[in-house]
């Protein structure tokens, strides 16, 4: 477990921003190329705007999403239309490595099932926020997802509107490095609860990535205890 506290919310972008450039400089070294899913809501963004001016090997990567809300990608709660705002207009990224879940699609579980067949062998990296109840992409508590160990991708109702959604599962994260954000007060318990509690990842989602990587602000660490 790594676990970073900045002083405030910018801080803390732009420590995910350098973690996540050097994560994927890694893989590209070593394996030659890297896989990033991104996650939605509100935190990625200046992350990713910071990502966008970053050196990287552009072409080299490619793009997919944890999760997306089953609306047009032009609209306001896109996922897509965040990262492509925050990140896709704002550097040299190829339209063909950016991997868009289609959410806006009538049949949502075909949406899915053809989102899986074109997922990489591995997703390398994910970055993900974690919701003030403890979930994950569109990963809830009380979810059966959260063992889900076969399909990569399910179409999901859920209680954070809009509430249908396309979600990978931990099927599609087996072997991926996770980095996990969380901004603000709102966050303090659901972070601990996943760093430091005892709840079970069906209660708390987040919990299934607490070996890997966070980076908080103070507001969002300010229930751990000693956070390292
Ligand atoms: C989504 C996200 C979701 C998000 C958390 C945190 O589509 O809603 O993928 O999992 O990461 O709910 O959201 P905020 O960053 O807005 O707090």
Known sequence: MSVHVAQTAEALAERAADRL???IAEEVTRSGSCAVALCG????????QRVA????????LRWYFADERCVPPDDPQSNYRGAKEALFDRAPIPP???FRMEGEREDRDQAAV???????????LAL????????FASVFPGSPLVDEAVRPVVAVYGPKPPPWRLTLT???LNGTRVLMVASGAGKAAAVRRALQGNEAAAIVPSRLWRAHEWVLDQAAASELKDPK
Do not use: F, K, M, N
């Open 170 to 172: 931990p099927a599609a």
């Open 21 to 23: 450039v050097s994560l």
């Open 128 to 135: 993900l926020g974690i919701g003030e109840d403890g979930h």
């Open 96 to 98: 063909e490595s950016i």
């Open 53 to 60: 001016r970053a050196s990287l090997p552009w072409a080299r």
């Open 114 to 124: 053809d989102y899986a067949r074109g997922l990489p062998e591995r997703i390398h």
């Open 41 to 48: 809501g509100t935190t990625p963004g200046p992350i990713l």
